[in-house]
């Protein structure tokens, strides 16, 4: 299974990005897909998650209105939708998917976000 990443760049505070991720194989295979993020020396942390139907979503507080996440299994790709972009933002993201209890992982995108 390889996830790949997509959709990352340079983008001034208050701007948008739509973040990309790209599954081998049809994405309703996994039970949940998210997207985590990691920025320079601070632990990886999960930004938003989606179930395998798209029922149920969950949000990093600190993103919520923001940041909306989607996937669409007819394209086996996920999606983030990252609105009003804050410095704060400027980190790797990486994509994540689960099938029982084996995660797989992207190998991430850089995001940087300028003043």
């Known amino acids: 299974v390889q996830l790949v990443e997509s959709g990352g760049g340079l983008v001034q505070a208050g701007g948008s990005l739509r973040l990309s991720c790209a599954a081998s194989?049809?994405?309703?295979?996994?039970?949940?897909m998210a997207w985590h993020r990691q920025a320079p020396g601070k632990q990886r942390e999960l930004v938003a998650a989606?179930?395998?139907?798209?029922?149920?979503?969950n949000y990093l507080d600190s993103v919520k209105g923001r940041f909306t996440i989607s996937r669409d299994n007819a394209k086996n790709t996920m999606y983030l939708q990252m609105n009003s972009l804050k410095l704060d933002s400027t980190a790797v993201y990486y994509c994540?998917?689960?099938?029982?209890?084996?995660?797989?992982w992207g190998h991430g995108t850089q995001v940087t976000v300028s003043s």
């Open positions: 989606i179930t395998g139907g798209s029922d149920f979503t």
């Open positions: 194989i049809t994405t309703s295979s996994f039970n949940v």
């Open positions: 994540a998917a689960k099938i029982r209890s084996i995660n797989y």
